[in-house]
């Protein structure tokens, strides 16, 4: 493993894969900010728990982390309550698409877990009670890229001007009660997280913390307990990569976070965090390419958690 | 870790729990012969990829594998027909409980994944299109233990006869057209996999080659390619324990699959093997002090795939 | 009302919609011997409460009634329990297919209304309790018509033969333990039921007693009580045609039952009752042309409910 | 019929009825302006088409109409629109609680029927489109009864402050395209619409042309047309009293569109139009005593359209 030469893994990668760019895959079109995006863009990179890094194609280029952001406003929540995190928000696969009302109804308006959209409505909730979720939310990643971290206003506000679905998941919520705070005001916090720009080598590096058993991937301190940080993994694997979860253990067998801006988070404990990008999307929602590179990873390095 | 003292370990967690015995968990009341078990009872096992063995409390009485047996159908199923085995099988959490018709109707007759009992009818039917499934399935079992495995056969008559729910998923897939056989053969053959009667001992020593890669755990001959050794514990992290496998994979980190005779078997990929069992049953269907016996055991070893 | 020409009327309508056969609706195809009927037959009849009879087209056909059996087979059970046959089924129209399973699953057993199959296999189960079902419908049905009714055999098999979604229902309530015989006996009386073969001419008289508060159509002497039969019509309103039923509320406005065999009966309460066949059926399993039919009645006549 | 003396019935009514009174049902607690309605209150009127008025209890006391006002908002849309009010609203019962989205979900924002409260939240954007909803409304309802009627502007308010589960709704439907105007614009008529304070008399004077084959009450001329009357009377039978609307067949056989203040109007088509108070809830959100009343009544006077 320390003698695996990735940067020549990931120019493989990016040789294999480049060719494929606009041949598959559809980029989010709900919002316009996403719609004009290139689909012609590919990136990849990575950072080893020893610090060494390596990169591919556009890693340098910064694009909407999207729903990548739950498992950073996650942690966030997890260091401020604990346990206590979890007092009316599953840990849960879905079984159905990621913003469906139909099983946050049957369960009276408990989120099955933090990764689909109820439930990052609810983990924003839980953030808005703690202090300034937005402001937070951009230190800690500021801290953990060692650079600062933006919000596209853009991206935040066609969101927010297009978010019905998600303004119906946080009415009903509140509906139940399961709520604290404001409507407006916690999908504010998400609408904005949601707009976070980062660049592949930001992701790979902010991610360390997870492959290092919670320690800052810079500094080493604790961002998490090891074991909280293993649960995060646990729940990335099981609910991170919306309705193709199973599919993603079953082929790729990491934890993996992705989002419609096209990237995808994964996390190989005690050894590295990588990150993806391309901008076409696959009919789960996931990056078409996205997924193909992890694939060409796994079978590259023989890495995977089973 | 090959310095670890896991009979010790085993003998520390049969002793801080055969205490707990008969204080919480339900044995499975729906046939007799299962009801009748006595829940005063806790066994343990465990075998590395070295072929070293260690074992506590209950550890050599046999008990029916019930849900268990879907393992290693499933097993059977992928030698026989490789990637087709997945032609009409899902691999996503279903996010119900496991013996539910709702999803089925919604996906036409295609069950989630193997692990549900809609599934694991699926899986039956395909082994009956290939021989006779009952012999080839207590064959495969006895070569894995190097003895011969028998099935109950009180148990498989009463699962026969008061099977109402599986006779309705079968017969419901049968009407989508996804079942290729007679509705009573499979039937029998998924009745006949639940009776198996195991012990921890045997289970622990059949399930090894899914911590080998594939390779038998006694010959080292290939049972299942590496791949798809891989795929069946992913399977089993994101599905193997009904509707708490998210759960599970939070609080133990560990490719499992239960049954309501009271056993579960947990893979450490590349390290070892390891069958729990107590009948108690808690409200997921999940051996109540068995799932404590796997927790104890990963916060004392530290083992966990994330 | 006394001086309207019915015979005329039926005239009409069958001289209007004659030419429209063969371009519209799909004959059931899940069974042989429904598969064959000739799509291009149209029939209606009539008997008012006066004793008075209208038909034109192919009144005098036999045509396998199948769900409308479920009108006689409820009038058998409430007269042998009254309202103690509605401890274990309801009475709320479903919202969905009238074969699916969702809903028995999420009400635990208890089908929504005696017209859904699953509560008719319910009805049929409680007829069974009582004694010879297939006997006893067919000695109502001749009572009722006042000439032999018959089963047709082939019929009776196929159904059985290709049931597994009937199967499905009746084993999924076993299961939950709301039907008290023995499934396969149920689903026998059940196919049979469906079966049926009855002419226009005579189902319009057969239905008489829905018309007259419950008094046999020839003798006079008491089938129901008027307010049973008020609540039949009730049921038929609200549930009598799949999942159509308010779309036949809102354009016939008439108590209506329909059967994939094509027929379709209607009752004006107070002043005849109805049938209508024509094999061809629309996206919602109800006859195309009887439908067009009965809703050219309507505006002939003015009769309707509203 | 017309030598029916209705004043004696509706006396009789009230005397059994009334030592009832807070022995049973539950006022409505979602709002502050509802849940301090003394349940100790009854009353009933009638008003026949002959114009003869027939009143008990307490039936001048104004109250809140809630989901009563979706039968004359759907009356002004289709006033309005013609066939065209049903593009995008269904018409078949919703076998669902009243404000489920589960069934608006699995059928694209298409509300079942424009009683549930999606489906009157969906006329209510077509009543914007149209014009000052609001002032409509109230127009039709002074025009319908002869006198000014009134918003309770508390009920209104309380309703918009605690309304989430129907922004929820609404949100739902807006991300699926299918509602044309602004979403705080549609809910403020819905919100008020529901806060119109009538009494029974009032209520049983407008809903006259409900009887009259769409022709108003009190001047003779038409509303609707006798088809479109027609029409909404079979909608309110199969639709209009939330998922108990087949019950309320089975037992009244009348036309009723009930509201969670405790009114329940119903219609005996060609004869009169009657409308029911107090505002226990039984378990389904009808009136308790209100549905015993219609009960009573039919009863008494032998009227049902079965």
């Known amino acids: 493993m320390s003698g695996m030469d990735f940067q020549t893994i990931l120019d493989e990668i990016n040789t294999e894969l480049r060719p494929l760019l606009g041949t598959g895959g559809k980029v989010a079109s709900?919002?316009?900010?996403?719609?004009?995006?290139?689909?012609?863009q590919f990136g990849i990179a990575l950072r080893t728990c020893a610090g060494q890094t390596a990169q591919a194609g556009d890693s340098a280029t910064p694009f909407s982390i999207q729903s990548m952001s739950k498992m950073f406003s996650l942690t966030l929540a997890i260091r401020a309550l604990g346990e206590a995190m979890w007092d009316r928000i599953g840990r849960e696969p879905s079984g159905s698409p990621f913003n469906s009302l139909v099983q946050l109804e049957s369960e009276r308006g408990i989120p099955r877990n933090p990764f689909i959209n109820a439930g990052a409505i609810a983990v924003a909730d839980r953030l808005v009670s703690q202090g300034d979720a937005k402001v937070e939310l951009l230190a800690l990643l500021g801290r953990l890229c060692g650079e600062p971290i933006h919000i596209d206003a853009e991206v935040a506000r066609s969101e927010a001007d297009t978010g019905f679905r998600n303004t119906a998941l946080?009415?009903?919520?509140?509906?139940?009660?399961?709520?604290?705070?404001?409507?407006a005001t916690v999908l504010d916090v998400y609408f904005?997280?949601?707009?976070?720009?980062?660049?592949?080598?930001?992701?790979?590096?902010?991610?360390?913390?997870?492959?290092?058993?919670?320690?800052?991937?810079?500094a080493g301190t604790p961002v998490l307990s090891a074991a909280q940080a293993r649960r995060v993994n646990a729940l990335m694997l099981t609910c991170g990569t919306y309705d193709a979860a199973g599919e993603f253990a079953f082929r790729i067998g990491l934890p993996c976070k992705s989002g419609v801006g096209g990237g995808i988070v994964a996390v190989v404990p005690d050894r590295l965090s990588l990150c993806v990008w391309s901008p076409g999307l696959d009919g789960t929602g996931n990056s078409w390419l996205g997924r193909q590179a992890l694939e060409l990873f796994v079978a590259k390095t023989g890495l995977s958690v089973f």
Chains 1, 2, 3, 4 share one sequence.
């Open 30 to 40: 709900y919002i316009p900010a996403l719609a004009r995006v290139s689909p012609l």
């Open 170 to 183: 946080a009415n009903f919520m509140k509906g139940f009660g399961t709520l604290d705070n404001d409507v």
């Open 192 to 218: 904005n997280q949601c707009a976070i720009a980062m660049s592949c080598e930001q992701v790979a590096c902010a991610a360390g913390y997870l492959c290092r058993d919670g320690r800052h991937p810079l």
